[in-house]
């Protein structure tokens, strides 16, 4: 059981940068591929940005490519997400997902098993 804990979020202008983290108390945290997914009013949950559990690239979504970067730090069980060149269609609840069973990354939401609250990311244009 992990219990992924987001913050960062928060209201910003089109173009500012924002840093979403990610934590989980548990030690076993390390053992997750950890995902960013977002949700915004009407839509459906959609992927963002993974990192896996060997902390090689990160993997993104076509639309966030070039402006997102994923990054964790086993030693502190942190997974950041640098959110840079910020649009007002990026305003959506980010929330934090560990997947600690399977061997590859999957950009399917339903095949993530422990999810944060979520937080909040507001872009104005």
């Known amino acids: 059981q992990v219990q992924p804990v987001e913050s960062g979020g928060g209201l910003v202008q089109a173009g500012d940068s924002l840093r979403l983290y990610c934590t989980a108390s548990?030690?076993?945290?390390?053992?997750?591929?950890v995902a960013w997914f977002r949700q915004a009013p009407g839509k459906e949950r959609e992927f963002v940005a993974a990192?896996?559990?060997?902390?090689?690239?990160?993997y993104y979504a076509d639309s966030v490519k070039g402006r997102f970067t994923i990054s964790r730090d086993n030693f502190n069980n942190v997974v950041k997400l640098q959110m840079n060149s910020l649009e007002p269609e990026d305003t959506a609840v980010y929330y934090c997902?560990?997947?600690?069973?399977?061997?590859?990354?999957?950009?399917?939401?339903?095949?993530?098993?422990?999810w944060g609250q979520g937080t909040q990311v507001a872009v104005s244009s």
């Open positions: 990192i896996s559990r060997n902390n090689d690239d990160g």
């Open positions: 548990e030690r076993t945290f390390i053992n997750c591929h």
């Open positions: 997902a560990c997947n600690n069973k399977d061997l590859y990354i999957d950009y399917d939401y339903r095949a993530w098993d422990y």
